[in-house]
């Protein structure tokens, strides 16, 4: 008896504990449930909205936007109905659905991650604006599309002139990632002159870019430059202090200069034009301190 006493006594305990407490996670301060619901996927964050009047419009408040297709486009991915068209369509009004709500004055991530062609550059357009207006640090752009590049989106040219607004401030980006974006050499340059703390630079699939220079004294911050898949490239000089890494393809000429940081290097892809001796030249500078260097070669020559 005496046993049977105790387990009912612990059961009535257990339940007091479990269905006797209230929520204290709603008690907790904005800014603190801000900060759970930024590390949820927007989907997880925007579902929250219906738990309580409480929770109604916290998720406006996220400084997290990564729009992942697979999440969102996942129910019409598994019956297998939607064309890519729909599904490209759905995602696109998705992202405008969610910025128009948005009420985040700052922004830590905004990634776009879909095919999308230059049908939809004003709406790449209103992305980015929304992204740089709310000073963000990481603004990942992954348009990559299956047709040829002449159909790339381009970055908005009256957000990258002189006369940009006061309001716009570009000085928080630290990591601009930009695939099947059309980018030339002034838009890096603009990158370069207004984004002081910008540490990572990734370009890819940009037919526009011709010859590039990543050139800054020792307020360059820049660690991590890559610039892939831009076959119309003929020549790149860098000279970065604190450059870290470094990941090129296809390159016809290349100079590196004042890079005593660099310790990494990428060259994939190279053609016949790029002899190894010229590729490895490049290195001479800094071949002291390179712990990687990884070189794919097709087609070369050796000359001595």
Same mark, same amino acid.
């Given at each position: 008896m ?5 387990a ?7 339940? *007091?504990?479990? $269905? ?15 900060d759970i ?13 219906? %738990? ?10 996220? $400084?997290?936007l ?7 486009? @996942?129910?019409?991915? @598994? ?9 490209? /369509?759905?995602y696109v ?5 969610v ?7 700052i ?29 963000v640090?990481?603004l ?10 002449r159909y ?9 002139t002189?006369n940009?607004s ?9 990591v601009?990632? +930009?695939?099947?974006?059309?980018? =030339?050499e ?10 002081p703390m910008? *540490?990572e ?5 940009? %037919?526009? %870019? ?13 660690k ?6 831009? $076959? ?13 890494? +470094?990941?090129? @393809? ?16 990428s060259?994939?892809?190279? $053609? ?7 590729? +490895?030249s ?7 301190q390179?712990?990687?260097l =990884?070189?794919?070669? /097709? ?6």
């Amino acid at each position: 008896m005496a046993g049977k006493r105790v387990a009912k006594f612990q059961t009535k305990k257990c339940a *007091e504990i479990v $269905y006797g407490d209230d929520d204290r996670i709603s008690r907790l301060p904005d800014d603190i449930l801000v900060d759970i619901l930024s590390l949820l996927s927007l989907k997880e964050a925007v579902c929250t909205s219906v %738990l309580s009047s409480r929770w109604h419009n916290l998720w406006k408040h996220i $400084y997290r936007l990564n729009f992942d297709p697979h999440v969102s486009l @996942q129910k019409g991915t @598994q019956q297998g109905f939607e064309s890519c068209k729909e599904k490209r /369509k759905k995602y696109v009004k998705w992202v405008n659905s969610v910025i128009k709500k948005h009420k985040a004055a700052i922004l830590k991530d905004f990634i776009i991650r879909l095919r999308l062609s230059r049908k939809f550059q004003k709406d790449v357009n209103r992305w980015i604006n929304f992204a740089i207006v709310r000073h963000v640090q990481r603004l990942e752009l992954d348009l990559t599309t299956g047709d040829s590049s002449r159909y790339n989106c381009s970055l908005p040219q009256e957000l990258l002139t002189k006369n940009t607004s006061s309001e716009i401030d570009f000085k928080p980006l630290k990591v601009l990632c +930009l695939k099947s974006v059309d980018v =030339t050499e002034e838009d890096i340059k603009f990158f370069q002159s207004k984004c002081p703390m910008l *540490e990572e630079l990734v370009v890819d699939r940009s %037919l526009k %870019l011709l010859n590039v220079e990543v050139c800054g004294g020792p307020f360059l911050v820049l660690k991590h430059l890559e610039l892939t898949r831009c $076959y119309n490239l003929k020549s790149v000089k860098v000279c970065a202090p604190n450059l870290t890494s +470094l990941t090129l @393809q296809k390159v016809e000429c290349l100079l590196l200069e004042n890079v005593p940081r660099l310790v990494e290097v990428s060259v994939c892809r190279a $053609y016949s034009k790029v002899s190894t001796t010229v590729a +490895l030249s490049a290195f001479a500078c800094c071949d002291f301190q390179l712990e990687i260097l =990884t070189l794919e070669m /097709k087609g070369f020559e050796v000359r001595r």
